[in-house]
């Protein structure tokens, strides 16, 4: 039997990528890779790496964010064009819920964690 959990995730990963897609980026759902992003998503402009939570309240929704921010600032330091890392909840009205970002770009970095 498939666990639950696993089912709800793995939709919002979907979901998640799908939106993406309607917006005109290209997306794809690292899917059973347990890393730190479950979708990454470009339009050639930015990168989106998406970390895809359910139930994740603000506070582990920042504790996700730390941890991709420091694998993301390591392994893709050559990256050119502007990242953005989220770590998202669930959807509503068709639009991911946002629990962390933070932005990545030519060495400066903002962060918008909502704790």
């Known amino acids: ?7 709800r995730g793995a939709n919002l990963e979907r979901a998640v990528k799908k939106y993406y897609e309607s917006q005109g980026f290209k997306a794809v759902r690292a899917a059973g890779s347990h890393g730190e992003s479950d979708v990454w998503a470009t339009n050639g ?3 989106y790496f998406i970390q895809c939570k359910i ?11 730390k ?8 392994d893709f330091s050559s ?5 953005v890392l989220l770590v998202v909840e669930g959807m509503t009205q068709g639009k991911p819920i946002i ?7 030519h060495g400066d970095k903002q962060s918008n964690k909502k704790t």
């Open 1 to 7: 039997m498939t666990n639950r959990n696993y089912i």
């Open 45 to 47: 402009k930015v990168l």
């Open 55 to 65: 139930g994740a309240d603000t506070k582990r929704g920042a504790q996700i964010l």
């Open 67 to 74: 941890e991709m921010e420091d694998s993301t600032n390591a």
């Open 79 to 83: 990256i050119t064009i502007p990242m």
């Open 99 to 105: 629990l962390a970002e933070s932005r990545l770009g």
